[in-house]
């Protein structure tokens, strides 16, 4: 075999991994709660974590089926919803919205929203105080959720606001998977990541101080 077919070849093995990757679900996880912000770049199986960043990829691990759990017994009343993960603190969060607002409006219907959840705990010892900030929370969610709706593709929607009297703070838990062509995606990584930069190694000063 002469020397360029073997250029030949090796070119056409680089041009096949580039459409592969084309074809592969590119995308953004976002996760915020007690430990902070976390962003993951999705390609297929893979996970890359770069925020906060580490050195090593890893791919998806397939887990068991957990076991349901047991019923309720009857005339036992329902819990309060718990979510996956402790929240962190609402005041951390807010910083990010304005980026996060940016970012959706600079995709819009390019992207799927895979999944979206957010959970707010309302934290406070007053009941009346506490109703209060349940019903304008939700009279917010309400307003927002048809807007989300109209301007984005959502496959999947968890949305949660409820009371615990024994917390002391507001918490909130994030995430969001975001799935796009590779080139916006970087793009738009390009045009918001110093924003979200910013807004993290100032939260991480402020944990540190």
């Known amino acids: 075999m002469s020397v360029g077919s073997v250029l030949l070849w090796i070119l056409a093995g680089i041009l096949a991994v ?49 076991p349901a759990p047991p019923a309720r017994p009857a005339g036992k009343p329902a819990g309060k919803p718990k979510p996956a993960h402790k929240g962190g603190a609402w005041s951390n969060l807010k910083p990010y919205l304005p980026v996060f607002r940016n970012l959706l409006l600079g995709l819009r219907r390019r992207l799927l929203v895979r999944r979206l959840e957010f ?47 024994a917390a002391e703070d507001t918490e909130a838990v994030l995430r969001v998977d975001l799935v ?16 979200l930069l910013r807004i993290y190694e100032e939260q991480k000063i402020k944990k540190a101080v």
Request: glycine residues 8%; proline residues 6%; hydrophobic residues 45%.
């Open 180 to 195: 796009l062509c590779p080139a916006r995606l970087l793009g738009l990584l390009l045009r918001q990541g110093p924003a």
């Open 119 to 165: 959970w707010v705990k309302l934290g406070g010892d007053d009941p009346c105080d506490l109703a209060i900030r349940y019903g304008r929370a939700w009279a917010c969610l309400g307003a927002l959720q048809p807007l989300l709706d109209r301007a984005l593709r959502i496959r999947r929607k968890d949305i949660q606001v409820y009371c615990d009297f």
């Open 18 to 66: 580039l459409l592969a990757l084309l074809v592969l679900p590119v995308g953004v996880r976002v996760c915020y709660d007690v430990s902070g912000l976390r962003i993951c770049l999705l390609a297929g199986p893979i996970r890359w974590q770069l925020l906060p960043a580490k050195s090593k990829w890893w791919f998806k691990r397939r887990t068991k089926d957990k």
